[in-house]
């Protein structure tokens, strides 16, 4: 697996989005900084898709919704399900319904 590091800070990514909207290369740009030309191209097209010259992906708040989203929905899930093992466990010692039987 490749390394880890934490996130660059938000001002450090729209500098070197700037320098190379201003003409430098994310190539020089990586060789002069840590970023990997790659992580500086990745941030140039995330930003133009934030700002609505490209369409073809998620913009920020998008992907932070999804993000989002599939939390709540993975939360809900477990709850459904500690919900329904509940309620057959109630069902079961009120005598509601009869008591699995192992002899399938």
């Known amino acids: 697996m ?3 590091r934490a996130r660059y800070p938000r001002e450090f990514r729209e500098q070197m989005i700037a320098l ?3 003409g430098r ?6 060789r002069e900084f ?4 790659q992580t500086i191209l990745n941030w140039v097209v995330q930003s133009d898709r934030d700002t609505g010259k490209r369409v073809d992906g998620l913009t920020s708040v998008e992907r932070e919704e999804l993000v989002r989203l599939r ?3 993975k939360r809900l899930t477990e709850e459904r ?3 329904a093992k509940a309620a ?3 069902a079961r010692e009120t ?10």
């Open 71 to 73: 939390r709540d929905v």
């Open 2 to 4: 490749g390394k880890t």
């Open 81 to 83: 399900a500690i919900l």
């Open 95 to 104: 005598d509601s319904i009869p008591p699995k039987s192992s002899n399938s």
């Open 34 to 37: 840590e970023p990997t030309a």
């Open 25 to 30: 290369t994310p190539e020089e740009l990586g």
């Open 88 to 90: 057959a466990w109630f």
């Open 20 to 22: 190379v909207r201003s």
